[in-house]
């Protein structure tokens, strides 16, 4: 395989799909998987199975989708609702570098009852989780210094659906994204595999006409053949991304690249924590430090705590 040197869990695998005859490509897709960075992501946070899961989830397609975009920076996909799940968050750098979090509603009497709810063998559902409220995807283009950002509502069923309407929405590309994700006894499994149209090239009417027809034979068949690929698939440790690219679209001569690695990496800084805090007024700093004078400032992402005490702090320092 061209991939064994990129662990199977934590990889984003780009392929395309052609045209058997001419090996013109008609379809291109990314395979994420990522169930590696999403155990040890998961980990530092208390929550409940079926947060994680949705956590999992975001991290697989933020990756997923991150790798149809060309930037040199951050993709992010952060969504807001008015549900037990307020904030969803996950980026990854160009680089591969994963993070994420989930903000929850302090009254969680409701959870039980959602959980029992949700269906086992499917993605999460995301209205009973999250409510009324919109996901936006955002790309932060370090190199131009651009932000490109598209928000769609927060309607659901799935995370999969708004990253489709998205692609809809802002390129008008038909796109089809399948997102799971689950734990077990050795971590983690996360996956997002995404297939997309390639615009069909112009020319004489005839030919045109012709290479139409031919994405459109290729588009239908490709759809057919993702909606076939189980959860139990998607999911199982044991399948590499490749395996599972062949398995299902062997009919279509697919092509893989090589694999891009994701691993799980917090971008805090503690310059930036210190930077903040000299912008802080004296009332400010005083709200935040304990009896003892100290500010225990920890990162949502990486839970990491930096202690700093209000007396080195320029509001304190006339």
């Not at 989930?102 to 949700?118: H, K, M, V, Y």
């Not at 089809?176 to 689950?182: H, I, T």
């Not at 590499?240 to 092509?255: C, D, G, K």
């Not at 003892?292 to 992402?301: K, N, S, V, W, Y």
Request: hydrophobic share 45%.
């Amino acid at each position: 395989m061209l991939n064994d040197n990129v662990p199977a869990g934590s990889q984003i695998l780009p392929f395309y799909l052609a045209d058997g005859s001419s090996d013109a490509a008609l379809i291109r897709g990314r395979m994420a998987s990522v169930g590696m960075a999403a155990s040890t992501i998961i980990a530092r946070h208390n929550y409940p199975d079926l947060v994680g899961r949705l956590q999992a989830e975001a991290l697989a397609l933020a990756a997923c989708l991150s790798s149809t975009l060309k930037f040199d920076g951050v993709f992010t996909l952060q969504a807001k609702g008015d549900g037990l799940v307020r904030t969803l968050f996950a980026d990854i750098t160009q680089a591969g570098h994963l993070r994420g979090y989930c903000a929850l509603d302090e009254d969680q009497s409701q959870l039980a009852a959602i959980q029992l709810a949700q269906p086992n063998d499917d993605a999460v559902q995301i209205v009973p989780l999250m409510g009324g409220g919109y996901i936006a995807f955002t790309v932060d283009d370090d190199a131009t210094g651009g932000r490109y950002q598209g928000i769609v509502e927060l309607d659901g069923p799935h995370l999969s659906d708004a990253a489709m309407r998205w692609f809809e929405n802002s390129e008008q590309t038909d796109t089809m994204v399948l997102c799971a994700a689950d734990t077990g006894p050795s971590g983690w499994q996360a996956s997002a595999l995404m297939l997309q149209r390639i615009a069909t090239e112009g020319g004489e009417a005839v030919s045109a006409a012709g290479a139409k027809a031919a994405s459109d034979d290729a588009w239908h068949t490709a759809k057919t053949l993702l909606s076939s690929v189980t959860r139990a698939e998607l999911l199982d440790s044991a399948l590499t991304p490749e395996e599972i690219i062949f398995r299902l679209f062997n009919s279509m001569a697919p092509h893989v690249a090589p694999a891009r690695a994701v691993t799980d990496q917090c971008r805090c800084d503690v310059q930036k924590v210190e930077s903040m805090l000299t912008q802080l007024s004296v009332d400010d700093v005083n709200d935040l430090a304990d009896a003892d004078g100290a500010l225990h400032i920890t990162c949502e992402f990486c839970k990491t705590e930096r202690v700093f005490n209000k007396n080195d702090l320029p509001a304190f320092q006339s």
